[in-house]
C-alpha cells in the first residue's frame, strides 16, 4: 500500500447532463472532479494525497514545483503544504511556452484568481520572464539547489504533479466510475490524469480520449513514460505503447494559458443548459472538442466527461466577457 494522506472527498459524484446530452444524442455524464473540496476543487488534490505523502515520509521541510502563474496545481500544493507544516515555493511563468511553436498570442488570466489564493495558503512565488519551458525548469532546479543550501530537505514535483505517483492516483480514480463507459474525455497537458485512466481502462470497453490543451509535441511520449511508472508501481506490466493513447491535439488554440474561442464557446453553453462551469485553460478546450466529437458522430452511447476543475482561473479575467 502506498503511502496517502488524506485530503480530498472522494469519491466525487457523477452526474448526468442530461439536457445537453438530449441534444447531443448522448447519455452523457461529468464526473465531478471539481468537487474534490480541497483548496478550491479539481483534480490535483488526488495526486497530492499521494505525493505529500511521499515528502513527508522522506522529513522533507520544503517543496518546490514549477508551472505557470495561474496553476491550479500550485494552489492546491501549497495548501497541502500548510496542512503538513511544509515550506512551499513555485517557480513560474505568466505565460511559458514550446519555442518550436512560439509564445502564444491572446487574452490569458492575469490577475486575481490562484494568484489570491496562493497567497493566503503562503506560497512563495520566484517569477520567472516568459520563456521556454526548459528554461523554466532549470531555473527550478536552480532555486531547489539554493534551498538546499539552505538546509532545507526538498522535494521536488513535477509540473502539474505528474509523476508515476501522480498517474497511480488516477488508476484508483477510475474505480469509482467503473467500466460501463463507451467513452471518458478528459484534458490532458502534463499528462498524469491521462495516463492513469488510459491505463485504468486499458483492455476495457471504455475508450479515454485525451485533448491536449497546450501543443506539448513530447506528450505522447511522456503518456508512455507515466503509465510506464504506474507498471513498476503495481507490478502489473500493461506495457502501453504510444499509439494506445488517444491523443487529440487540435483544440489547444493559441497555445498554452491563453483563452480559445471554441473553449469560451463551450463555457457559455455549459453554463446554459447545465449551470455547469468550465475553466478555460483546460476543461473549456477539452469539451470544446467533446462537442465536435459528438456532432461529428465520433462519439457515441455512454460518454463521461472529467471535469478537473480551475474556476479560480475563471474568476481571474475580471471584468472582462467572453
Sequence with gaps: ??????????????????????LLGLDLWVKRDDLTGFAGGGNKGRKLEFLIAEAVDQGATHVVTCGSSQSNFVRQLGAACSVFGLGCTAVV???????????????????????????????????????DWDVLFARTEAVAREL?????????????????????????AAEEVGDSWDFIVTPTSSGSTHAGLAWAFHGSRTRVVGVA???????????????????????????????????????FGAG????????????????????LLLDPVYSSK???????????GELFGKVLFWHTGGLPTLLAATGESL
Design 213 to 251: 490543451c497546450d501543443p506539448e509535441e513530447d506528450l505522447r511520449s511522456e503518456l508512455v513514460r507515466l503509465a510506464a511508472g504506474v507498471d513498476a508501481l503495481t507490478g502489473c506490466q500493461k506495457a502501453m505503447s504510444d499509439d494506445e493513447f488517444e491523443l487529440r491535439t487540435d483544440y
Design 148 to 172: 538546499t543550501a539552505c538546509s532545507e530537505k526538498v522535494y521536488d514535483v513535477p509540473i502539474g504533479g505528474s509523476s508515476p505517483l501522480g498517474a497511480f492516483s488516477f488508476t484508483l
Design 93 to 131: 511563468m505568466d505565460l511559458p511556452y514550446d519555442s518550436g511553436h512560439g509564445k502564444p498570442v491572446g487574452r490569458f488570466p492575469q490577475a486575481l484568481g490562484n494568484l489570491v489564493l496562493d497567497d493566503l495558503f503562503g506560497v512563495k512565488r520566484v517569477l520567472v520572464p516568459d520563456d
Design 286 to 296: 477539452a469539451f470544446a472538442c467533446l462537442l465536435d466529437l459528438a456532432r461529428n
Design 256 to 275: 498554452y494559458n491563453v483563452w480559445s474561442h471554441a473553449g469560451n464557446d463551450a463555457i457559455e453553453l455549459l453554463a446554459k443548459t447545465e449551470g
Design 1 to 22: 500500500m502506498r503511502p496517502r494522506v488524506s485530503l480530498c472527498c472522494l469519491p466525487t459524484p457523477c452526474h448526468s447532463l442530461g439536457r445537453l446530452g438530449h
